[in-house]
């Protein structure tokens, strides 16, 4: 990343590496990176990060990571590879489960089911992108998932059995008007169980109440 100060990339020249954004616990930051997946940094000196661990799979298998959830109680870590592309012409991205009870070397458990429909042919983008982050003052769960998929709007996955996630809910808004789907961009979930949600155009916030 730091050509000036002597780094040079070790990725294909036709990846894009970029640092999305970091989720910190303790002394560690999981980090998306884009076209090279994720990674593990020890920010104990916060001047100096050292990395832990990298794990990628673009561009066989998806790439634009960008989200990287520690469950740090569970030695797991739920990652989303966003879509960017209308009608789904690009390589399909997913939602992973990954084991870094060994930090060092992160291993893949599992994927998400991914929404059925007619979703490729509604327009505009359809797949992952946004977790609910488990922010403090937030609602904080290692069993439930909250994910946004743009067209498909919201999905609420089980992990209790992390080889086997299951989705047990889902939201998708009405269609806003002059626009060829809904785009579900974004989720928070409140302490009180509300869950906000955005559209990434002109849709505005929707908030919802989870019943199971």
């Not at 990652?79 to 893949?108: F, G, M, Y």
């Not at 982050?133 to 439930?144: A, G």
């Not at 939201?171 to 979930?189: D, M, R, S, W």
Request: glycine residues 8%; contains cysteine; aromatic residues 10%.
């Amino acid at each position: 990343m730091w050509t000036a100060g002597g780094e040079e990339p070790t990725w294909p020249s036709d990846l894009h590496p970029g640092a999305h954004h970091a989720i910190v616990w303790d002394d560690r930051a999981y980090l998306g990176f884009w076209d090279i997946g994720f990674f593990i940094l020890c920010i104990a000196d916060p001047a100096k990060p050292k990395v832990i661990a990298h794990m990628s799979w673009a561009p066989e298998e998806g790439g634009n990571t960008h989200t990287a959830l520690p469950l740090p109680e569970r030695n797991l870590l739920i990652t989303t590879d966003e879509a960017t592309a209308a009608e789904c012409q690009e390589v399909p991205k997913h939602v992973r489960v990954i084991d870094i009870s060994d930090e060092r070397n992160p291993r893949l458990i599992s994927t998400f089911p991914v929404p059925q429909g007619d979703f490729c042919e509604r327009g505009l983008r359809f797949g992952p992108h946004d977790l609910h982050e488990n922010r403090p003052e937030s609602f904080i769960s290692d069993q439930m998932i909250f994910v946004t998929y743009f067209n498909a709007g919201l999905r609420v996955v089980d992990i209790r059995d992390p080889e086997k996630p299951q989705e047990i809910a889902y939201y998708i808004p009405k269609c806003p008007e002059g626009q060829k789907a809904p785009q579900t961009n974004c989720v928070f979930v409140a302490e009180n169980g509300l869950i906000y949600i955005s559209d990434r155009i002109n849709g505005g916030v929707d908030i919802l109440e989870l019943t199971l």
